[in-house]
């Protein structure tokens, strides 16, 4: 129900008539009201409370109660999983807004906690300051994608605050620190980019191949807020245990190990601090990596592109070939390349983007197929992963004779060891291989790879950066 008064404003008064409105609410379905929230489902949504509106519309008062209720509330663009069985009851005295009570559970498991206070400045346009609010996460499980080009999921722990003023344009800032548990991100978009998104002015060549067509710069994006656009940010995400990276349309996987401070705004972010790369490898167009040694080091000024500092070996004609790369990754032209054997920059170029051979000549079908065949197979590939509870899972075409290569890994973190299985498929002479990794420390793995016919190796791989 609702009752009282409201003043109009603009009809000449000296000052503005005092508000003396009262609304009562007996659990009202927001599902009536569904247009006021464009961007989220909420599924069994109620209001319940009464609070009186006193004073005026610059200096306004109140007093009552009010709880919201819903079952499910999801993101209709899938950003993020659903919340459930979410509660939040307000406390309203004056123009003091307390929470008395918020409590959500993940879809994946875990509880999310919000407290603390605000202050209403103003009801219209909304004004409230101060505002302190506090958003805590034990052991929430869940799993988001903020763009089509990133995919994330994890278990996380910390807490997020919110403080400042909010209204007329102005922003409370948005600080805390978050861990990490069973991370995975995944970059999705690399693909679009490797099949001929050029963006003018930004390409690298590779000497005797085809171009790798890269996105256009940060900048150059249509659309792009501008800096000072949304939140600011002062957060703090931590990695308690390694967070696992792929780049499926590359083939590409990792852990990484660090933590990272995020700033900015939410309109404009930017990431400092270093992580540590581990276990890593890519594959493409025939061509495959392995990473031994990377660190991408990152800095507010250039937002969030990091700066490498990697050293990966591949298999040649001539024996295996060691190359290393560092510097900035939004100037690809003048990244330093180095490589033992000694090589050339368009020696190393050629390494690193692969010629594929001539149009229609068997090898250019051959490992054409190949990559198509790894990005057309990556979404089944994920879907599977993920009902496994797998970190890794690959197979791809391989080689000229039409053969396939397993590969399933995962990483178990109640006793730090990564488990891998390679196994190549349908060739004339199937190999397999059984790989142990185990982080004695953030520098040091230990590995023990068991081959065929009894062949089995046991190696340090210590990793150090400067």
Known sequence: SLAGTVPLPGLGLASSPAMDVRVSMERFPLELVQELLPAWQVEGGRLSGALTLTGTP??????????????????????????????????????????????ARASGGGELALSGDAYLASIWPLGLDPVDL????????????????????????????????????????LSGRIGVQQGRVAFLGVAAWLAGGQAAGNQTPAVGGP???????????????????????????????????EVPAIGGSGLLEGAVLLTGTSGEPALSGDVAL?????????????????????????????????????????????????????????????????????????????????????????????????????PLERAVRRALGLDELWLVP??????????????????????????????RTPEQELEFSYRLRPDLTLKLTLGGEEVWRLGLNWQWSF
């Open 211 to 245: 171009v790798v067509r890269l996105p256009a710069p940060p900048d150059q994006v249509e659309g792009r807020p501008s800096a000072s656009e949304g939140v600011p940010l002062d957060v703090t995400v931590e990695a308690d245990e390694p967070v696992r990276i």
């Open 398 to 427: 391989v080689g000229e004779e039409g053969s396939l290569r397993l590969s399933v890994g995962k990483y178990i973190s109640a006793s730090g060891i990564y488990v891998r299985y390679r196994r190549e498929l349908l060739g």
């Open 134 to 173: 506090r958003l805590a996460m034990r052991q929430a499980s869940m799993r988001g994608r903020p763009s089509e080009a990133v995919e994330f999921q994890g278990t996380f722990n910390g807490e997020l605050r919110l403080a400042g003023a909010l209204g007329s344009g102005r922003w409370p800032t």
């Open 278 to 378: 581990s276990q890593a490898r890519v594959r493409y167009f025939g061509r495959e990596f392995t990473i031994e040694r990377g660190r991408l080091s990152f800095s507010p000024a250039r937002g969030m592109l990091p700066e490498v500092d990697l050293q990966a070996s591949t298999g040649t004609p001539d024996g295996p070939v060691q190359v290393q790369l560092q510097g900035d990754v939004a100037d690809l032209g003048r990244l330093r390349l180095s490589a033992q054997p000694e090589m050339s920059r368009e020696q190393i170029l050629a390494l690193l983007l692969p010629p594929i051979g001539e149009p229609g000549t068997q090898p250019w079908v051959a490992r054409v197929n190949e990559q198509l065949a790894a990005w057309a197979t990556e």
């Open 58 to 103: 610059e200096e306004p008062t109140a007093s009552g109660k009010l709880s919201f209720q819903a079952n499910r509330i999801a993101s209709r663009q899938d950003l993020i999983d659903p919340l459930l069985n979410v509660l939040v009851e307000l406390n309203i005295d004056g123009r003091h807004l307390r929470v008395a009570k918020g409590e």
